[in-house]
Nanobody
Framework: QVQLVESGGGLVQPGGSLRLSCAAS????????MGWYRQAPGKQRELVAI???????NYADSVKGRFTISRDNAKNTVYLQMSSMNPEDTAVYYC???????????????WGQGTQVTVSS
């Protein structure tokens, strides 16, 4: 019932920038958490950044100062502005929405399909 559509992935040179977008559609609670995760080949998926409806953010240490997460609550859209990128940022980036069930008793994770980000010269 909830769908996440990602865009913005691609190839970028070291030191360059890239902006990812993820729009959620369906029955969305007014209070939720959206974020970005990434998975490099042969590695586990890891948190990149998350942001609450109220604007509270958390970042992985590896991206602090380089990446910025933001959101538009009216559009249920989350963004990830990536700057000063390096080859270690190469991964499939996944958008996630964490939201309460209709009853409010439980929470559910919804995932996007993933978008490839490659940093290479």
């Amino acid at each position: 019932q909830v769908q996440l559509v990602e865009s913005g992935g691609g190839l970028v040179q070291p030191g360059g920038s890239l902006r990812l977008s993820c729009a959620a559609s369906g029955s969305i609670s007014g209070i939720n958490v959206m974020g970005w995760y990434r998975q490099a080949p042969g590695k586990q998926r890891e948190l990149v950044a998350i942001i609450t409806t109220g604007g509270t953010t958390n970042y992985a240490d590896s991206v602090k100062g380089r990446f910025t997460i933001s959101r538009d609550n009216a559009k249920n859209t989350v963004y990830l502005q990536m700057s000063s990128m390096n080859p270690e940022d190469t991964a499939v980036y996944y958008c996630k929405l964490n939201t309460p069930t209709r009853s409010g008793a439980y929470r559910i994770d919804y995932w996007g399909q993933g978008t490839q980000v490659t940093v290479s010269s």
